[in-house]
């Protein structure tokens, strides 16, 4: 480990993130920041819809917690950290730039990631298989409507439980885990995802746009979705050796802080 602005970091060969959705309300940029302020790795793969653009031409929101996560990312480009930009559909104005580089940052529709092993991994969004974008306006509309009122009770519900000391908890991914039809969506979007990265001959995928991670082997391909940072604050990592792991920060970060606290705690007995 090293210390990055006084936090201690880990090392990763690759990280995973999607779906931050910078610009809207209910982006836990808190656990993102610190997320990127503890985490080091060679790549750093951002897998679409970073930036919340549809949001933002509703009603725009950018709080400085924002653009410290556009800073936080600038700097580990400035550091030497390799950046992957591949747009999704809610920064999909960023697709016209794919196949140029900004700095230490490189835009693509998809990417192929090779793992020590030698497996070829495909990298996109993922919004391109999702059956719902394709369903009508009006069905597609009122899904984002009742989609944003649970986020908006989230945010009220996760203030009240901050203050009374209790962990992060997302109602929204609590209603898609339990509702049957949210299920089934679930699984046919990993199904289809799988089957084609399958059909082009790669080994596995990544992708997020669900906002539901996931990792486990359809057919023979290697199925992996790093979620979100919206409901549930997960991130896909790679170590050195090329084990893949999904990292559910909420909880990482609490027994970090655990952890933290034990040391201080053993220190000042001592």
Same mark, same amino acid.
């Given at each position: 480990?090293?210390?990055?602005?006084g936090?201690?970091?880990?090392?990763y060969?690759?990280?995973?993130?999607s779906?931050?959705?910078?610009?809207?309300?209910?982006?836990?940029?808190?656990?993102?920041?610190?997320?990127?302020?503890?985490?080091?790795? =060679?790549?750093?793969y951002?897998?679409?819809?970073v930036?919340?653009?549809w949001?933002?031409?509703?009603?725009?929101?950018?709080?400085?917690?924002?653009? /410290?996560?556009?800073?936080?990312?600038?700097?580990?480009?400035?550091?030497?950290?390799r950046?992957?930009?591949?747009?999704?559909?809610?920064?999909?104005?960023?697709?016209?730039?794919?196949?140029?580089?900004?700095g230490?940052i490189?835009?693509?529709?998809?990417?192929?990631?090779?793992?020590?092993?030698?497996?070829?991994?495909?990298?996109?969004? =993922?919004?391109?298989?999702?059956?719902?974008?394709?369903?009508?306006?009006?069905?597609n509309?009122?899904?984002?409507?009742?989609?944003?009122?649970? !986020?908006?009770?989230? %945010?009220?519900? /996760?203030?009240?439980?901050? %203050?009374?000391?209790?962990?992060y908890?997302?109602? /929204?991914?609590?209603?898609?885990?339990?509702? /049957?039809?949210?299920?089934?969506?679930v699984?046919?979007?990993?199904?289809?995802?799988?089957?084609?990265?399958k059909?082009? =001959?790669?080994?596995?995928?990544?992708?997020?746009?669900?906002?539901y991670?996931?990792?486990?082997?359809?057919?023979?391909?290697?199925?992996c979705?790093? =979620?979100?940072?919206?409901?549930?604050?997960?991130?896909?990592?790679?170590?050195?050796?090329?084990? !893949?792991?999904?990292?559910h920060w909420?909880?990482?970060?609490?027994?970090?802080?655990?952890?933290?606290?034990?040391?201080?705690?053993?220190?000042?007995?001592?």
């Amino acid at each position: 480990m090293n210390t990055l602005q006084g936090k201690k970091t880990c090392y990763y060969r690759s990280i995973w993130l999607s779906d931050i959705h910078l610009g809207h309300k209910g982006c836990k940029a808190e656990y993102l920041l610190d997320f990127l302020q503890s985490m080091r790795s =060679g790549t750093l793969y951002l897998v679409g819809d970073v930036i919340d653009v549809w949001s933002m031409q509703r009603n725009m929101y950018w709080p400085p917690s924002h653009n /410290s996560i556009v800073r936080a990312i600038l700097e580990k480009a400035r550091e030497g950290t390799r950046i992957i930009y591949i747009p999704g559909n809610h920064d999909e104005q960023f697709r016209e730039y794919a196949g140029m580089i900004f700095g230490n940052i490189e835009i693509h529709d998809e990417y192929v990631h090779l793992t020590p092993a030698g497996k070829r991994i495909l990298l996109l969004h =993922g919004d391109i298989y999702d059956a719902i974008m394709k369903c009508s306006s009006i069905k597609n509309y009122l899904g984002n409507l009742g989609y944003e009122l649970l !986020l908006y009770i989230n %945010r009220h519900v /996760s203030k009240l439980r901050n %203050r009374m000391g209790l962990p992060y908890w997302s109602l /929204s991914a609590f209603v898609k885990r339990n509702v /049957s039809t949210a299920m089934q969506h679930v699984y046919h979007f990993e199904k289809v995802v799988a089957y084609d990265a399958k059909k082009r =001959g790669f080994d596995g995928v990544v992708c997020g746009h669900i906002h539901y991670a996931g990792m486990r082997e359809i057919d023979g391909t290697l199925y992996c979705n790093d =979620g979100d940072w919206v409901e549930n604050c997960t991130a896909l990592v790679e170590g050195e050796d090329g084990q !893949l792991e999904l990292l559910h920060w909420t909880e990482r970060q609490m027994t970090l802080h655990v952890r933290h606290a034990d040391r201080h705690a053993e220190a000042a007995a001592a």
